[in-house]
């Protein structure tokens, strides 16, 4: 099955907000108006099943404060159930890597730093994100619910890599 991995578009945030309320529960509403800020401001990586149409994967990425500090984060990576285990995860980090570099160069920076959280107990996503470079960071706590796992901050450090 062919995927297409890119930037979103402007007139795919309502998809991606049905895709984050069908996978994870989400608030459509909020959601959208989460994805419209993204889009505008930042950027919004996202992996589509080219024979089906679907959303299958998405991953937020947003510059901390001014992009003149060169550091951003990624909120929000998956990959659907039943797509996971066949190199999207690994496609999308590498565009969204590629498009940091990009937006940063855009407005004459190098990026520096990339963050992200993951739940602690995710090894198939550390095994994903080292392989990128990323270097596990403290666990922080339950993030989001006191039911779930808590979770870790991983790091990228790009200095002298750009």
């Known amino acids: 099955m062919p995927i297409e991995i890119r930037r979103a578009r402007p007139d795919e945030v309502e ?8 996978v994870h529960g989400d608030d459509y509403a909020f959601q959208a108006s989460r994805f419209r800020h993204f889009i505008d401001h930042n950027f919004i990586i996202l992996a589509r099943d080219a024979d089906q149409g ?17 550091a951003a984060i990624i909120w929000g990576f998956d990959v659907g159930e039943g797509y996971q285990g066949q190199g999207i995860g690994t496609k999308m980090l590498q565009t969204l890597i590629d498009e940091a ?11 520096r730093f990339l963050y992200l959280f993951t739940r602690s107990d995710n090894e198939i996503a550390h095994h ?3 392989k990128f470079g990323f270097k596990k960071g403290p666990t922080i706590g339950k993030m989001f619910t006191d039911g779930e ?12 890599m750009n």
């Open 149 to 160: 796992p808590d979770e870790m901050v991983m790091i990228r450090d790009f200095r002298g």
């Open 54 to 70: 679907t959303l299958v994967g998405r991953a937020l990425f947003e510059a901390i404060e001014e992009p003149k500090f060169g």
């Open 15 to 22: 998809e991606l907000a049905e895709y984050t309320k069908r």
């Open 128 to 130: 994903l994100y080292e």
């Open 101 to 111: 570099k990009r937006y940063f160069q855009d407005h004459q920076k190098k990026l």
